[in-house]
């Protein structure tokens, strides 16, 4: 019987273990959890969202306080066109994150970042490209664009030296959405290093409507794998969403995956970011704990945990601290679903914003619980501990565990 160890994943002259942990935004997949996965020979993710609070809570930086100072005066304004990022600043805040990270990398693995282009930040093109060149600029081994068509996205770092050398990759989940990306970005002259295929399962945000149901992640992949073939086009195909055992990547790699991409079951790691108490639910979670909801502003689906705080929550808007969200003209879905809120209850102090959150605060504050649709089984990964709760796990444990784990069995922490 097979075991996810049997195969490699190779990236020109390196040969990898075939396990990518994906990036969880914000500071989920910490570098810490990265690292761990490039010390056991895989690869890890770091994420570039919130990359100024990131940089802050880590390095001491006070890039968020200088912010909020800067823009105060607009605070009660719902405008927000003004509120700008410094994007020398977002060059030293990326460059300090993915710089710190680079300097502690050990063994044979690599160390990636995510870099979603739904983090529009007031002025979408110019951040962008400081944030994927700072990234470069500071050492990443490769880049995977995430959370968005990224139509343009190898235009704006062509003519950086290590346009050609770093390993760049995208999320698709669909085969057009590949096809699309594929034919826009081919007057650059380079393919995808690497493509990750995430389906409905996964965490965080979705590339599917509310129908996600509908699809399924196998096909997809199949789907993918049928047109490069036909397009004679040899770019690994990397599934992810869903895959919760070495059983289940095994499968994947029979059918020609080069590598796995996973993240729910790292969730429950000492070296995922997430708070302990955070960590419990995750472990306590039924299925029926977890839904698939429209709360993102960004317009695309989120699966979460029922009782995330940030649910009808009704913060004013923090885009003077944050606006990660805020498109080309400083709007952002949250702002008018809270103006919404406070026009139909006036005088109402304590506001409940039902149809949308204001997901920079409450990422930044681990009150909005993404996670992916196999969160309710990550209770049967552990034992518990005397006092009743979830005994958190080493990112060493669960790696090793898809790794070699076979018959669809899970090893639970010695
Ligand atoms: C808590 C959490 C946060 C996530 N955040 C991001 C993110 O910021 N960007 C992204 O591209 N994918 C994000 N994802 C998706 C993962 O990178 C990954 O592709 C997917 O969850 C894999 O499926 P699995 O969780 O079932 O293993 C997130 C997933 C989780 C569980």
Same mark, same amino acid.
């Given at each position: 019987?097979?075991? @996810?160890? *049997?195969?490699?994943?190779?990236?020109?002259?390196?040969?990898?273990?075939?396990?990518?942990?994906?990036? =969880?935004?914000?500071?989920?997949?910490?570098? $810490? @959890?990265?690292?761990?996965?490039?010390?056991?020979?895989?690869?890890?993710? +770091?994420?570039?969202? =919130? +990359?100024?609070?990131?940089?802050?809570?880590?390095?001491?930086?006070?890039?968020?306080?200088?912010?909020?100072?800067?823009?105060?005066?607009?605070?009660?304004?719902?405008?927000?066109?003004?509120?700008? /990022?410094?994007?020398? &600043?977002?060059?030293?805040?990326?460059?300090?994150?993915?710089?710190?990270?680079?300097?502690?990398?050990? !063994?044979?693995?690599?160390?990636?970042?995510?870099?979603?282009?739904?983090?529009?930040?007031?002025?979408?093109?110019?951040?962008?490209?400081?944030?994927?060149?700072?990234?470069?600029?500071?050492?990443?081994?490769?880049?995977?664009? $995430?959370?968005? @068509?990224?139509?343009?996205?190898?235009?704006?770092? &062509? *003519?950086?030296?290590?346009?050609?050398?770093?390993?760049?990759?995208?999320?698709?989940?669909?085969?057009?959405?590949?096809?699309?990306?594929?034919?826009?970005? =081919?007057?650059?002259?380079?393919?995808?290093?690497?493509?990750?295929?995430?389906?409905?399962?996964?965490?965080?945000?979705?590339?599917? !409507?509310?129908? %996600?149901?509908?699809?399924?992640?196998?096909?997809?992949?199949?789907?993918?794998?049928? %047109?490069?073939?036909?397009?004679?086009?040899?770019?690994?195909?990397?599934?992810?969403?869903?895959? /919760?055992?070495?059983?289940?990547?095994?499968?994947?790699?029979? =059918?020609?995956?080069? !590598?796995?991409?996973?993240?729910?079951?790292?969730?429950?790691?000492? &070296?995922?970011?997430?708070?302990?108490?955070?960590?419990?639910?995750?472990?306590?979670?039924?299925?029926?704990?977890?839904?698939?909801?429209?709360?993102?502003?960004?317009?695309?689906?989120?699966?979460?945990?029922?009782?995330?705080?940030?649910?009808?929550?009704? +913060?004013?808007?923090? #885009?003077?601290?944050?606006?990660?969200?805020?498109? $080309?003209?400083? #709007? #952002?879905?949250?702002?008018?679903?809270?103006?919404?809120?406070?026009?139909?209850?006036?005088?109402?102090?304590?506001?409940?914003?039902?149809?949308?959150?204001?997901?920079?605060?409450?990422?930044?504050?681990?009150? #909005? %619980?993404?996670?992916?649709?196999?969160?309710?089984?990550?209770?049967?990964?552990?034992?518990?501990? &005397?006092?009743?709760?979830?005994?958190?796990?080493?990112?060493?444990?669960?790696?090793? *565990?898809?790794?070699?784990?076979?018959?669809?069995?899970?090893?639970?922490?010695?």
């Amino acid at each position: 019987m097979k075991k @996810l160890d *049997d195969f490699r994943l190779t990236f020109g002259n390196r040969e990898l273990v075939p396990i990518m942990i994906g990036g =969880m935004g914000v500071d989920i997949s910490t570098s $810490a @959890l990265a690292l761990e996965a490039a010390r056991l020979g895989g690869i890890g993710h +770091i994420s570039d969202a =919130m +990359i100024k609070v990131v940089s802050d809570s880590k390095f001491n930086t006070t890039f968020v306080k200088e912010k909020l100072q800067r823009y105060k005066f607009n605070v009660a304004n719902m405008d927000k066109s003004v509120v700008q /990022f410094r994007l020398g &600043e977002l060059a030293e805040a990326t460059k300090l994150h993915v710089g710190k990270t680079m300097e502690a990398v050990r !063994g044979a693995g690599m160390v990636f970042i995510n870099c979603m282009e739904k983090l529009t930040m007031n002025a979408p093109k110019e951040t962008l490209t400081v944030r994927l060149r700072s990234a470069l600029d500071a050492g990443i081994d490769g880049i995977t664009l $995430a959370a968005g @068509l990224h139509l343009n996205s190898f235009s704006l770092i &062509e *003519d950086h030296p290590r346009f050609r050398d770093a390993k760049l990759g995208i999320i698709v989940s669909s085969a057009r959405a590949l096809q699309l990306f594929i034919r826009k970005n =081919m007057r650059t002259n380079r393919l995808p290093d690497y493509v990750v295929v995430e389906g409905p399962l996964a965490g965080g945000h979705l590339g599917f !409507g509310m129908d %996600w149901a509908k699809y399924e992640l196998s096909s997809i992949v199949a789907e993918v794998m049928a %047109w490069l073939k036909n397009e004679k086009l040899d770019i690994p195909v990397i599934p992810a969403g869903g895959i /919760f055992t070495g059983s289940d990547a095994v499968r994947y790699m029979e =059918m020609g995956a080069a !590598g796995v991409q996973v993240a729910t079951r790292f969730t429950v790691t000492h &070296e995922c970011g997430l708070p302990e108490k955070v960590q419990q639910e995750y472990f306590k979670a039924s299925e029926e704990d977890i839904e698939v909801n429209e709360q993102s502003p960004t317009g695309y689906p989120m699966r979460m945990l029922k009782s995330s705080p940030a649910i009808g929550a009704g +913060i004013r808007p923090n #885009c003077e601290a944050y606006g990660y969200l805020l498109d $080309a003209k400083g #709007c #952002c879905a949250y702002i008018d679903a809270y103006n919404r809120t406070v026009e139909a209850n006036p005088g109402v102090k304590k506001l409940s914003v039902k149809d949308k959150t204001c997901l920079c605060t409450h990422m930044r504050n681990f009150d #909005c %619980w993404t996670c992916g649709h196999y969160t309710y089984r990550l209770k049967d990964t552990t034992t518990k501990n &005397e006092d009743g709760s979830y005994r958190q796990l080493s990112a060493e444990h669960v790696f090793k *565990d898809y790794q070699f784990s076979t018959d669809n069995r899970i090893a639970l922490p010695a």
